[in-house]
């Protein structure tokens, strides 16, 4: 729960980012946004194994995030990837 909810803050945060900016004409900027939204959802695919046993709930737990994570890690490349120092 912790880890999808961080996620759709992460994700809020962008939408308020983007709407600040107002950088609406760039295709590589849609691109990041439908992927990170796409990776909002698969985040909350966990809650659909809540019940069940717990080998199944961890197996996918760990396959939602690392799909997550993959997903972050192509819509952060769309926009130039990270930038670190100067």
Not at 7 to 12: C, E, G, H, K
Not at 56 to 63: H, K, S
Not at 79 to 82: I, L, P
């Given at each position: 729960m912790a880890?999808?909810?961080?996620?759709?803050?992460?994700?809020?945060?962008?939408?308020?980012?983007?709407?600040?900016?107002?950088v609406f004409n760039s295709g590589a900027i849609w691109g990041h946004t439908g992927i990170m939204t796409v990776a909002v959802a698969v985040s909350h695919?966990?809650?659909r194994w809540k019940n069940a046993d717990d080998a199944?709930?961890?197996?996918?737990?760990?396959?939602i995030i690392v799909a997550v994570?993959?997903?972050v890690?192509?819509?952060?490349?769309l926009?130039?990837?990270?930038k670190f120092g100067a």
């Open positions: 880890f999808s909810g961080l996620i759709t803050i992460q994700w809020v945060l962008g939408l308020i980012l983007l709407l600040v900016l107002g695919m966990y809650n199944t709930r961890y197996q996918r737990g760990l396959m994570l993959v997903l890690i192509i819509g952060v490349a926009v130039g990837g990270w």
